[in-house]
C-alpha cells in the first residue's frame, strides 16, 4: 500500500443506458481491453473493475451494464442490482450519453442517480460521429440549463478524444487515498473470466437478431502449458432452435468464430491456444436463478 499524502485514489462508477459506449470508454482510460466491445447494446453483463494506476494516482473504474427500465428476465435484473450497487461506493460517477442527442433511457437512468451523493460527471461520447460539431449545442446547452452535473465533457472514447481533459476532472474530485490494488494489476477479473469474454465477444459480433442475447459461455478445464494452452469451452443458448444457427452448416460458422476468438486469446495469453467449443441447450437460462450462478452471474450486489 502507498501512503496518502499528495496520492489520490478513489472508485469511478461508469453508468448510462445500454450502448453509449461505456466499456469503450474504460478501455480507453485504463489503457488496456479489459472489457469487451461489440456495436450491439447490453454486450456487458457484468460490473468489471479497470484499474489505472500513475505514480500519484490509482482510479479504479467500474464497468456496469447498461441501466434499463424494462428488465423482464432475472439477468436484467440481475444486471441492473450489479450496476446500481456500483453507484453505492463511488467516489465520482461517469454518467455516459451519446452526443446525438438525449433520449427517454437517458431520463430513465437520471431518475436512478437522483440519490446518488458522489459528484456527476456527464460524458457526452461518441463525438466523433457528430459532424459538423455544432450540431452537438442544442444538446450541450439543454443539459447544462438543468445544472445536475459537477462537469460535463465531451468525448470521443473510440477515438480518445479528450480523455486526458476528463482525467484531470476525475483526479480533481477524488479523495487522498492509498492503492487499492497493486500497481500492474488492470483488473479485477482473472483469466478464466477473461477467457470466456473473449469468445462471447465473437460470438455476440457474428450472430444476429436475438440469438447473442440467448448466449452464455462457460468456461470448463485450461490447461496452461508453457507453449500450448488448452481451452474447453461450454457455448449454452435458450432454445432448441438457436443451436444450429450457432453451428451454422457444417459447423462452419462456430469453426469462423472459434478461428477469430482463437487469435485474440493468442494476444491474451501470449502463447498458442487450442480451442474446444461445444454447443449446449439450457432452456430459459437467462430466468434461472440456478445456472445464472453456473454460468457466471452470481448476484453482485
Do not use: C
Not at 442490482?81 to 430513465?108: M, T, Y
Amino acid at each position: 500500500m502507498t501512503g496518502a499524502g499528495s496520492f489520490r485514489s478513489g472508485f469511478v462508477a461508469v453508468v448510462g443506458r445500454p450502448n453509449t459506449g461505456k466499456s469503450t470508454l474504460v478501455n480507453a482510460l485504463v489503457g488496456e481491453k479489459v472489457s469487451i466491445v461489440t456495436a450491439r447494446p447490453q454486450t456487458t453483463r457484468h460490473r468489471i473493475l479497470g484499474i489505472r494506476s500513475r505514480s500519484d494516482s490509482q482510479v479504479v473504474f467500474v464497468d456496469t451494464p447498461g441501466l434499463h427500465g424494462n428488465a423482464r428476465k432475472l439477468i436484467n435484473r440481475t444486471m441492473n442490482r450489479a450496476a446500481a450497487s456500483s453507484l453505492a461506493d463511488a467516489d465520482v460517477v461517469l454518467f455516459v450519453i451519446e452526443a446525438s442527442g438525449w433520449h427517454a433511457a437517458d431520463e430513465h437512468v437520471l431518475q436512478r442517480l437522483s440519490r446518488v451523493a458522489a459528484p456527476m460527471i456527464l460524458v457526452v461520447n461518441k463525438t466523433d460521429l457528430v459532424r459538423p460539431r455544432s450540431k452537438m449545442l442544442p444538446l450541450l446547452e439543454a443539459v447544462q440549463a438543468r445544472q445536475l452535473f459537477a462537469e460535463i465533457v465531451p468525448v470521443s472514447a473510440l477515438e480518445s478524444e479528450n480523455l486526458e481533459r476528463l482525467m484531470e476532472l476525475i483526479l480533481a474530485r477524488l479523495p487522498a487515498g492509498e492503492r487499492f490494488y497493486p500497481e500492474d494489476m488492470k483488473t479485477d477479473r482473472g483469466r478464466d473470466f477473461r477467457i470466456g469474454e473473449i469468445l462471447r465477444e465473437k460470438l455476440m459480433a457474428a450472430l444476429e437478431r436475438e440469438v447473442p442475447y440467448g448466449l452464455a459461455v462457460e468456461i470448463g478445464a485450461v490447461e496452461d502449458g508453457e507453449r500450448l494452452a488448452s481451452i474447453d469451452a461450454r457455448i449454452w443458448v435458450a432454445k432448441d432452435s438457436q443451436r444450429p444457427i450457432v453451428l451454422g452448416r457444417g459447423g462452419e460458422r462456430l469453426k469462423a468464430i472459434g478461428q477469430a476468438a482463437r487469435l485474440d486469446l493468442e494476444a491474451f495469453l501470449g502463447k498458442k491456444v487450442f480451442l474446444q467449443t461445444h454447443v449446449k441447450v439450457r432452456r430459459n437460462w437467462a430466468d434461472d436463478a440456478r445456472a445464472l450462478r453456473q454460468f457466471g452471474y452470481e448476484d453482485e450486489s
